[in-house]
């Protein structure tokens, strides 16, 4: 097979969704887009031995490119449609390629969501993901929305995969137990798409949590002009973070990062209404704490006792949107 | 500076375009698409090492990133309107960052083109551009349309950014005369996006010549189920690759590469109206073949003797839409 054949064979599969007038295989992609609807975009770059370790399973990578990035969609409240794939690779391996491909097709057939172009390179393994979807202009969720008053949410738990990733490191030595069901979270995390189509109209502000939650939070409160109080108490942790010592465990909680839940706030006229909403979307909601007038700062509370923590952040120079 | 502030203030500028209801900053990039027009996406990667040298001038550099994208959009007679960048960079040089977002977003400018999003990673230097713009269902230039009698054009000249290329390696001397206007053509190409808007309805398939006239036309033929003729001598060359060896000429012009000029097709019934549609794009036009019926292959013409040309290829297995 010729180096175009083995691309074809692997990623280049017949338009499913009607929307796609021209999908792979001409200069550009043609895509119809409602027009009751915004166009929401949003990219992400997955750079080997930065996000992942170059000996990861291929299968896995291809979920969690994908993953990231509809997590993002999901923080709009967007609906995804279709995406771009820009792959570079130091060579052509058929076995690490179907992998890849079986990973990152799956999860986008799971969502509807239809491959409809890239790039294939040589060179140092990376992984660029563009994905497109709809919103309605109103049912956005932006980051600048948030008030005094307003209820904090998560989605799921916090700390999940930043706790995988030290038991990896061998920074941290989990049980089997503990280790499989964080291990999915850190490498096949599930974008909350439902969550956040199902949150248009009801949250006042939204963002997904890559970074953590002190960063992410972070920026609804700078967008908003507004300061939060999070009562640690109540953070929703799985049960191998919560048998860490503290220090490690607020770290890995709040700042660990590749959480890819959803933070969001909630004015109190809509309260009764998110469980409603949020009962088909598959994933737990908890409420941590709430937006209160001031500095864009968190206050950290435990039991009600302001606490003072050191954070250590993680920056690759990411900046995304 | 901190890394974020750098890249914020190299790259991140309120919206110019109306269109753009959220431009960076959020999680995704939300935008208006005119309701009488389809969507068209093109995603490139440029790899150091691959596609540029690791010393390239980084203006011209972040020039060309957009450039070859925005040449995907003209091949579809689309109107470019918006872009995300994704840059893994091996470090933050703020000089680089400067003159690679000049390069960048003074093309951007030029064709009236918001930079919507994007991500910044740490890793081995590569460039991924993702163009979005638009273009009536009609109206778009495809690659499956030629039919037998349909004039072949071709914007521009062809081999002029190979033969700057051979030069840089030091595998062809030329004067200074003859070498600076090749380098732009090589480092600055100029997208043919007025040229392909004025195509639209005029003409029967068009792409543009990223790999070299030989396998680009090749992609029209197959997608088309027809022949080409091309007459050697007609085809629009610089002076001083029509120096160059016959072997070297050819090689050059037919499958040098990183032309970016349009090739296209056009039914007789259309020829009239050509020369007034393209009066105005800024670049001139050249007929250089037919399609003929038959099996998807190139016959080569030399004043109507047929020739067999050896082309190598160069196939870093790039696959793009």
């Not at 393994?125 to 307003?150: C, F, K, M, W, Y």
């Not at 137990?177 to 956040?196: M, T, V, Y």
């Not at 469980?275 to 909601?285: D, E, S």
Request: glycine share 10%; proline share 6%; with cysteine.
């Amino acid at each position: 097979m010729g180096e175009f054949d083995v691309i074809r064979h692997f990623f280049q599969r017949p338009p499913r969704r009607k929307d796609v007038v021209t999908g792979s295989g001409d200069d550009c992609a043609l895509l119809r887009v409602p027009a009751d609807a915004l166009l929401a975009i949003s990219t992400d770059t997955l750079v080997s031995g930065v996000h992942f370790f170059a000996d990861a399973d291929p299968l896995r990578l291809g979920h969690k490119a994908l993953a990231v990035n509809l997590s993002d969609l999901a923080a709009m409240g967007a609906e995804p449609r279709w995406v771009s794939l820009a792959l570079t690779l130091p060579e052509i391996d058929e076995a690490w390629l179907g992998r890849f491909a079986q990973g990152f097709l799956e999860l986008a057939d799971f969502f509807n969501v239809d491959l409809i172009g890239g790039d294939m390179t040589r060179g140092p393994l990376s992984i660029t993901v563009s994905i497109q979807g709809v919103v309605p202009e109103q049912g956005a969720l932006h980051r600048n929305g948030a008030s005094p008053g307003d209820a904090i949410w998560v989605t799921g738990e916090l700390g999940a995969a930043a706790l995988a990733l030290q038991h990896q490191l061998g920074q941290v030595a989990l049980s089997n137990e503990q280790w499989l069901p964080l291990r999915e979270r850190l490498e096949k995390p599930a974008p909350r798409i439902l969550a956040g189509m199902a949150l248009r109209g009801l949250a006042s502000s939204a963002l997904d949590i890559s970074d953590g939650l002190a960063s992410d939070l972070g920026h609804i409160l700078a967008a908003s002009g507004v300061g939060a109080q999070v009562e640690l108490e109540r953070l929703p942790l799985p049960p191998a973070l919560l048998a860490q010592p503290d220090a490690l465990r607020w770290q890995l909680a709040l700042a660990g990062g590749d959480d890819y839940e959803l933070c969001f706030t909630v004015p109190e006229v809509q309260r009764g209404a998110l469980a409603t909403a949020l009962a088909g979307a598959g994933v737990k909601f908890t409420e941590i704490g709430r937006i209160v007038a001031g500095e864009p700062q968190i206050e950290w509370l435990y039991h009600s006792t302001p606490m003072t923590l050191t954070l250590r952040g993680w920056d690759h120079f990411k900046e995304s949107t």
